[in-house]
């Protein structure tokens, strides 16, 4: 698969925005694709829809990427399903036996399957994080999903997941009853080596649970502990009072534990990316350093936070450079923030309406 550069930087635009400021990020989006913007406004307002199916290795940034695109359009026309939530919300649906009931009586009306009914129950009850649930199944479950949230343009978050699913997914539209608005796949590379890094510096609130990284996704205060000679973060959230973030069992493995996972997501891009008569959108998360200049703004890339600790001063110094890891052909390159790669899929999005 060859991902094209996405070229963000428009001469003669020097202001630099702050893009973990809600405010400028939307001044951001407006001054690097307001005409994009207002062609897919105007194509929701008239009550068009869409299909984006998002497709990524793991942890790529699928969902990031569906709600910035919805923050951006400040639109309630646009929805971001994730598979992976339906499923857990059905998990805890189960164990209520009213939501249970409700949940059996629309499956019996809209399943099928060469499962029973019972069957797909006791799968869903029992099933582990490696095992896929029946595809029929899924689509029962999503399709339920869509009645509730009312006609709207859908990206969806986790599926395909297998190869059969693509196949289902061709179709997918006539299988929810939507009008032949456009769908597409939203295809989208990310090096192999950010993703080792975003799980292996992963910290989340024990509290709160909201999710940080040491290295490229601080928080505004850091601690150091003299004992273990190691930094850490504060949660942000005031309602978790200074709570130190943490981080979760096994991250410190990187993509050593997921490495199945993530060679069957790369066989799967490589399968949509050949697929003839879909449109595709091309997401590319990072750029080589040689070309960054041409084609960003230091402001979009990734920065590398770096520590220090005043022995004098009793406080944590960060600084923060450029990060540079190498891309999975081996090219020193830089990580994009999510929201020059938003830019990428309004304008693209925008092409195809």
């Given at each position: ?11 003669g ?15 951001y ?53 994730s ?17 249970k ?37 899924v ?14 343009a ?37 090096p ?58 096994g ?16 066989f ?24 960054a ?27 923060q ?13 830089h ?19």
């Amino acid at each position: 698969m060859n991902f094209p550069i996405f070229k963000t930087k428009i001469p003669g635009l020097t202001r630099k925005f702050d893009l973990a400021d809600p405010r400028q990020r939307q001044e951001y989006f407006q001054a690097k694709a307001g005409e994009e913007m207002k062609k897919i406004r105007n194509y929701l307002d008239s009550g068009n829809t869409f299909i984006a199916y998002l497709l990524g290795k793991k942890n790529a940034g699928k969902g990031t990427y569906a709600k910035l695109f919805i923050e951006a359009l400040n639109t309630d026309r646009v929805e971001h399903l994730s598979v992976g939530d339906i499923v857990r919300d059905v998990d805890k649906k189960i164990k209520d036996k009213k939501e249970k009931e409700e949940l059996i009586d629309y499956l019996k009306a809209n399943y099928r399957g060469f499962l029973s009914l019972k069957q797909v129950i006791d799968a869903q009850l029992n099933r582990s994080t490696r095992s896929l649930l029946p595809t029929e199944f899924v689509l029962a479950l999503i399709r339920r999903e869509i009645d509730k949230k009312g006609r709207k343009a859908l990206f969806l978050d986790g599926f395909p997941r297998d190869l059969d699913q693509v196949s289902y997914s061709l179709f997918f539209r006539n299988l929810i009853d939507y009008r032949p608005d456009p769908d597409f796949f939203v295809l989208i590379d990310v090096p192999e080596a950010v993703i080792d890094e975003r799980l292996k510096y992963r910290v989340v609130c024990p509290k709160c649970q909201t999710p940080r990284n040491l290295k490229v996704h601080v928080t505004r205060e850091v601690g150091f502990d003299p004992k273990t000679k190691a930094f850490y973060l504060v949660c942000d959230n005031p309602a978790c009072r200074s709570v130190r973030m943490v981080a979760k069992e096994g991250d410190e493995l990187g993509i050593t534990v997921i490495k199945d996972r993530l060679e069957k997501d790369d066989f799967l891009l490589k399968r949509a990316f050949s697929l003839y008569g879909i449109p595709k959108v091309v997401l590319r998360n990072s750029i080589p350093v040689e070309q960054a200049k041409k084609f960003v703004d230091d402001y979009e890339i990734t920065p590398e936070y770096v520590y220090h600790w005043g022995k004098q001063s009793k406080e944590v110094k960060v600084s923060q450079k450029l990060w540079v890891i190498n891309d999975d052909a081996d090219v020193p390159s830089h990580s994009l923030l999510p929201p020059p790669v938003v830019v990428s899929l309004l304008k693209q999005v925008a092409d195809l309406l």
